[in-house]
Structure formats: structure tokens, C-alpha cells
């Protein structure tokens, strides 16, 4: 039987992307689709989805939305059904997603992500749209996160409401807003409770989703435990706790058809494990499109937002050592002004041997994984991450902390995974200025003993970072929530 799922992101690729949530709620479709479900991505109307929408059918006008008219729209994504949450007052804006053009958070994302919330909501039950309820209702993070709480408080008591999925892809995210929202989002006096939206005073959007919703997963095994220690569930660790008999970690897994150093329109150079020498030419491209010089070390990547979760103020300050060590970097990046100038500092520092761009680049971040020699990943916390993978899958070796996904989905090259052939990368305890730059020590030694390197980097690339085993996952879940108990 196929099962119709929903599934809630305030961004999916290629349609709008900040992050890796894009890469993931745009592959899913594809991972879970031979396991027998047809998934539809829902998404909010701003400008660039809006203009990537084609021969758009209405299925829905509201007039009056939590205040705004609005239009349920669906289309395609890729050959997928999407719907497009059309609301000109909430959405059509200049800026990102979630902001302004000065990164400033847009003061009514409450509204904005309530009224997505709703709306899938009243989709997903078969209330709007003229079609029949959804099997699952399919949430991520907090932008989503409303929707299972929606579906309980208001479609709950029909007895065929969908079942609801909460994926937690960053829990240091929240959507907490003031308690004054509560009167204005439509829902009875009954949420506001301790298992309801009320979270310390205020309204917590995702702790609304994770109290409603029938499963709860994030996006790696470690990280689900990680989340249940005050250090990373960053508040809600006790919810869950409560919560662990439905709680699970899925790993990401990556888009062949879109990361693939076979065929990847955007390398100097296409390769394979097989031909591995090719991967000079995209380093040379990499050197040349950075301004960098060449040299006989190791060329290190980055491509990160620029924040505290990733580490970067360590990274910045390690750099005198990675240069001194014959490393060289290239970084790709946006985020903290403080950051980003602590790293043209250390390119004006080390002019030819570290290189900063600030800014967004698609492509650019493919070619750098097809011509780094390795990429840093010097994380506090992270629940899947996809740097890695995509660098696994290019032959580029991650140096990573050992937290969360990275922690599951890197061998590190100590003694046993090298005497046994199975070191994918390097990985390191505790992120401090002593462990990121003993791992950049340690790279550079297996570097320069190119049998050792060639060896991890192939093994890296014939690791099985496809949807195969996680769309599986995400598909028995969705069976098992729908087969009568
Ligand atoms: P997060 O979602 O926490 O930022 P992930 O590693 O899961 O971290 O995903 C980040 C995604 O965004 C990857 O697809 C990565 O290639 C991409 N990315 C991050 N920064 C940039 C950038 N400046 N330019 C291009 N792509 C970027
Ligand atoms: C979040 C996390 C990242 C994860 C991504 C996709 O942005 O920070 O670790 O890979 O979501 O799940």
C-alpha cells in the first residue's frame, strides 16, 4: 500500500537552500519513494520559490489565514508534487528566508511559520485542498514544528487525523516567542500547557511539535543521545528524556544525482575512485579561483556558515599553526561579522596561503570538495552535518570533531582502522585550540605518506553515504506509525 506523506520544511533545495535541511527535505522524496510512499514537500511562498514554480494548480484560497489572504498552490519539485504556501504578506519580501538583508531574524517569523504550520496542517487532514487527509504529517524543525501541534489541538478528535513525524535537525533552534503570541494563533485556550506550546513562560514552537507529534527523530544516532544531556538539548534535553521510547536518530544520506565527482558539472575535472589523479586539476582551479599559491602540504577546505556551532573562532585561531605546518586553506563562508573578519585577518596574515571568500556559492562548494585535500569540520555540536559526506564522497579526507553525525559517519585513521584498511578521515576529542591543531598535525603527517593517504581517501569514497538505508528508516517509521496497533 502506498502511503501519502506531507512533508513541512521552510526550505528545500533546489528551490530556496541556507543549509543542510534544504539538501535533506529535497532528497527525501526521492530516498523514501521505493519504499512505497509518495511524499509531498511543502514549502513557504517566498520570492525564489515562488519564481521556481511552474503551471501552478490553486488548491486552496484563504481569506483570512491568522490575518493574511493567502493561496495554497501545487506544483513540482523535481518530479515530485509540491505545494507552495502563497501568502504576498508574510512571504514576499526581500531578504532571506528568515531574515532581512542584514541577517536580522524578520520580527513576525512566529506569524510567518504558524501560519505554514496551520495551513499544512489543515492539508495534511483533508480540511483544505478537496483531497483526501494525508497518512503523515512529516514536520522539520521549528519553522514545521506547529503543524503536529495544530493537528492535535484542532484535528485531533476526528479519529482520521494523520500521524505526525517531528525531525529534529538543530535543537539549538527553537522558535520561542513571547507569551502574548498565544491568543493570535488559533488555538483553544487548552494548548497552553505544560505539554502543550507553554515552554518556560513563552511559546516554544518546536517543543510544541515535539509534545504533539507521534515520533520524534534527528538526523543521527549520536546525536539522539547527545540531545538528551543539558549540554546539547540546550533545554528541552528533559522532554527528551520523557520522550526516548519515540524518539530515534536517521543519519542523512546524500543526492547521488546532485553530488557525484563523476559527473559533477561544476569540477575542472570529473573522477572517480579509479582516477583519483585526476582530482589535480579541480585543486589547481580551487588555488587559482582563491588567489592561493601552490605548495606541497595539504590544501584545506572549508565551507561553513561562519557561527559558534562550527566552531570557526577556534578554527581562526588555529590557523598560524596550519600555515606554519605547510598547510594552506580555503575558506567559503558566511555568517558572524566577527568571524568573517577574524578570517580576512589571517588571509592578510598569510597572503597566498589562506583565502576567505565571504558569500554563498553553490558551485563553488562542489569544486572545493573535488580539489581540497581535506576538509575541517571542527564542530561543537552537529546533528548530521553533510560537509563531510559530500568530502567522503570526493576523496577530500574530513578532519572532524567527534560529535554527533560526524562522529558516526567518519572512521578515524588510528592505528587499528589503518593496519585494517578502514580510516575514512581524522577525528578529534573536545574542540579546543590544542585538539583542532594536533588534528591538523596529524593530517599533514598522513598527507605527506601518500600510500596511507590514497588509502583513506578511497575508502571515504566507497563508503555508502546514499538514502538507501535512511530512506528505508524513514519509510518503516512512517509504516509502522500507520498500522493499526
Ligand atoms: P548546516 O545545515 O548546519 O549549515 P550541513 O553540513 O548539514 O550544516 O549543511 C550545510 C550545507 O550548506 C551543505 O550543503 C554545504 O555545502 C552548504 N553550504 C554551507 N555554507 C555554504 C556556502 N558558503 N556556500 C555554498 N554552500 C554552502
Ligand atoms: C542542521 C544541522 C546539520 C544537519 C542539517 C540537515 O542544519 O546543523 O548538522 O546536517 O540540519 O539535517
Redesign the pocket.
Known sequence: MTLRVLSLASEAFPLVKT???A??AGALPDAVGPAGIEMTVMLPGYPVVMKGLKRAKLLHHYADLLGHEARLLRGKIGVHPLVVLDAPGLFDRDGGAYGDQNGRDWADNWLRFAAFAKAGAELAAGVVGGGKPFDVLHA??WQAAMAPAYLRFLHGDKGVAPKSVM?I??I?FQGQFARTIFPKLGLPPAAWAMDGVEYYGDVGFLKAGLEAADAITT??PT?AREIRTPGFGMGLEGLIVAKSDRVTGIV?GIDPAIWNPAHDPALAKTFTVRTLARRVANKRAVEQAFGLEPGDGPLFIVISRLTW?KGMDVLAATLDHLVASGGRLALLGSGDAALENAFHQAAARHPGRVAVRIGYDEPLSHLMQGGGDAILVP?R??????TQLYALAYGCVPVVART??LADTVIDANVAALAAGTATGIQFDGLTLDSLSLAISRTVRLYHQPERWGAIQQCGMKSDFSWTHSGRAYADLYARLCSPA
Open positions: 543549509g543542510g535541511l539538501d535533506v522539520h524543525d525531525t535537525h538543530n539549538a538526523v543521527s546525536y542523512n556551532q564542530s555540536f552537529e546533528p548530521c552535518g553533510l554527533g553525525g
